[in-house]
């Protein structure tokens, strides 16, 4: 097979996605409208695109994945996977794409930018200027500067931030499960606070930057419910108590961060996402904040902005670069950090790429396979993913026959007793260098 030729582009990534696509043999068909099910299912079938490239509201559905045979991929151009049913496009070997970096420094510069307004009250300023009240007062307007910022997630994001915000004389603390973040933060000479309630109570603003779940899986659904009223609790009457949620909706509910500033706890917050965000053209949506002015709303920005869209544009353009040329991956958010290669050897020859289930054996009918056929595998690289698919690459001097292709097929299903265990095979040929 061929690199991937077609591809479908809906809810309008930056317009350079098109041309980065156009680059490496790739035809955009760009969607207007937002499609539903139904037009989504005919957009891929009329196309044959074999990626579909979406931000983060257009559902992909196990319906969709089923009639759509021809679909190798799903891009995401951005970080969420809410919206993709990742077990149906796993058990029919379609591998989902994300873009975990892009978007961080624009979100980091909201953060930063949140900290400073609303230790300063300068919403709520702005709007009575609006009505010509001229409230001129030092009252409750802290610096940052000698502040404790508490972070919890010392991800890409909870990093970034830390760097800025110790360039602006504030002291990090963070909190992080994973222990490689632990170690990171504390080389950086920033304070790991193990419990997540003593990091609340020892600072005087916290912004949070967790994933969806924790690094072993569990959901981070309702995390800060508990610890919401805590913040600052042990910090001096002059603490900001600021709270910032740009990271997801479900962390907290809108209750328990309401509580928390009308008992006085936190005294100023900005969320940028929430536990029920509006779907595309719905008109009837209630923000839960509506009635509480010291909660800054903005209707999920946090990457909106002029400078990523067009980066990730270019990200994920590369990333289906390697995917459909090399059948290399990376941002695969089948597994958080993954990244495979023999792309270094390939050149000239043929990359056989294989997506199959995990069920014993299967891997070795690959190998098998292509030992009968008396190929020979110049490089090789496979990872076993959680969510129950594995990602087999090798590198062979020549491709495989139909028949020998339908004999790797055959065999893994006999050795792992699962019509399934073979879900996608492609062949890629690999021009020589020069060409
Ligand atoms: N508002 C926006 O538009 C916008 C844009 C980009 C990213 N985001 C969100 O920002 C968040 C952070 O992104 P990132 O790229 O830094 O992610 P990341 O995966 O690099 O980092 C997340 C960190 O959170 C930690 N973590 C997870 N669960 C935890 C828990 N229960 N307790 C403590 N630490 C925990 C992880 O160990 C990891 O270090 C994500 O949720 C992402 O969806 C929002």
Known sequence: MEPFTKALVVEQPHPALDDHLREIGIEPVRLREVPDEEALVEALQDTGAQVLFKRSRVPVTRSIVEQCPDLYAVQLCSIGTDSVDLQ?????????????????????????????????????????????????????????????????????????????????????????????????GTEMGWQPVPDLEALFRTVDIVTVHTSAKDTWGKSNSGLLDGVLGQLGAERPENSPRVFLNLARGNLHTSEALLDAVRSGAVRRAAVDVYEEEPAPGQRDWQNPYADEP?????????????????????????????????????????????????????????????????????????????????????????????????????????????????????????????????????????????F
């Open 88 to 184: 149906a496009c796993a058990e029919h070997g379609v591998l989902v794409f994300n873009d975990p970096v892009s978007n961080g420094r624009s979100v980091v510069e909201l953060a930063v930018g949140h900290m400073i307004a609303l230790s300063r009250r300068l919403y709520e300023t702005d709007v009575q200027m609006h009505h010509s009240e001229w409230a001129k007062s030092s009252s409750g307007r802290y610096e940052v500067r000698g502040k404790r910022l508490g972070i919890v997630g010392l991800g890409n994001i909870g990093r970034a931030v830390a760097k800025v915000a110790e360039e602006l004389g504030l002291e990090v603390l963070f909190h992080d499960t994973r222990p490689v973040a632990v170690e990171v």
């Open 294 to 434: 010291r909660v800054s709303c903005t209707p999920h920005i946090g990457a909106a902005t002029q400078e990523a869209q067009p980066r990730i544009a270019r990200r994920v353009a590369g990333t289906m670069a390697g995917f459909s040329r090399f059948g290399s991956i990376r941002d695969c958010v089948f597994g958080p950090r993954s990244q495979m290669s023999v792309r270094a050897n390939a050149r000239g020859h043929v990359v056989l790429a294989v997506v199959h289930s995990v069920a014993r054996g299967t891997k070795k009918a690959v190998d098998d396979a292509i030992y009968e056929a008396e190929a020979s595998n110049l490089g090789s690289s496979h990872r076993d993913f959680d969510i129950g698919v594995a990602y087999d690459l090798s590198v062979l001097d020549r491709p495989l026959s139909r028949e020998e292709l339908e004999r790797l097929a055959e065999r893994s299903k006999e050795i792992a007793r699962d019509p399934e265990a073979v879900k996608v095979i492609r062949q890629i040929v690999v021009p020589a260098p020069g």
